[in-house]
């Protein structure tokens, strides 16, 4: 079944661990997205891609990087975590050639860093 | 950078109610979609308008898209328990397909 997966669902960790947020998708899009969702607050994009070994910075400026070494495979990660990247972060792809194609999102992983 | 409005904010609504909720700019927008997203959940398309003026009927739910392209209106007849949750609106600009949120609106509904 075509999907998108995220792990963990739930990370609780220490300020100064490295941490990777995982993200896969069985439909074979190109674009991937990672978005940073807080209570009251809009969906704010830090990271895209538009297909293998292509990354760009979103509109929110992040400390954490992203890596497409595969279609399938778009992880996330922080060297340092500190109490502000505090965060609820969904990652979503989409077909590409179609502008403002569906975005199809995972079920987010919260992350709290004590 | 282009802002979405969403109001109201929060509202809580009786079964069998109707609703209406906005989303709002100034800015033109290609398109615009409307997601809806459950707790410990992602969001989930709903709908995507595309012409001004233009109106969509999904089952109890009708969106409709500013003559401007610059807003849209979410109208729910007769909701449901099951309606309850975050309604995000989301513009399209440009032929990257990013999308730009507004804050969402956070529907209860009791039964």
């Known amino acids: 079944e075509a999907d998108i997966y995220q792990t963990p669902r739930y990370l609780v960790i220490g300020t100064g661990k490295k941490i990777t947020l995982e993200c896969s998708q069985t439909?074979?899009?190109?674009?991937m997205y990672w978005y940073q969702q807080d209570p009251g607050m809009e969906l704010h994009l830090i990271h895209y891609?538009?297909?293998?070994?292509?990354?760009e910075k979103g509109d929110l400026s992040s400390e954490s990087t992203v890596s497409r070494i595969r279609t399938e495979h778009f992880p996330l990660t922080l060297e340092s975590a500190r109490p502000s990247h505090t965060s609820q972060y969904l990652c979503?792809?989409?077909?590409?050639?179609?502008?403002?194609?569906?975005?199809?999102f995972g079920p987010g992983t919260r992350l709290t860093v004590l | 950078t282009q802002l979405l409005e969403q109001s109201p904010q929060f509202l809580s609504i009786q079964e069998g109610e109707n609703l209406t909720v906005y989303c709002n700019s100034s800015?033109?927008?290609?398109?615009l979609q409307w997601y809806r997203q459950e707790p410990g959940e992602g969001p989930v398309l709903l709908v995507t308008?595309?012409?001004?003026?233009e109106v969509k009927k999904l089952k109890r739910l009708t969106f409709q898209f500013g003559d401007a392209r610059k807003d849209s209106s979410l109208h729910i007849t007769a909701a449901q328990p099951g309606d309850t949750g975050l309604y995000l609106c989301?513009?399209?600009?440009?032929?990257?397909?990013?999308?730009?949120f507004g804050k969402g609106i956070t529907l209860s509904v009791r039964p």
């Open positions: 308008v595309v012409t001004g003026g």
């Open positions: 989301a513009g399209v600009t440009g032929a990257n397909s990013k999308l730009t």
């Open positions: 439909m074979g899009h190109d674009k």
């Open positions: 800015s033109v927008f290609s398109s």
């Open positions: 891609s538009y297909g293998v070994n292509s990354t």
């Open positions: 979503a792809s989409s077909e590409s050639g179609l502008a403002g194609a569906e975005q199809f």
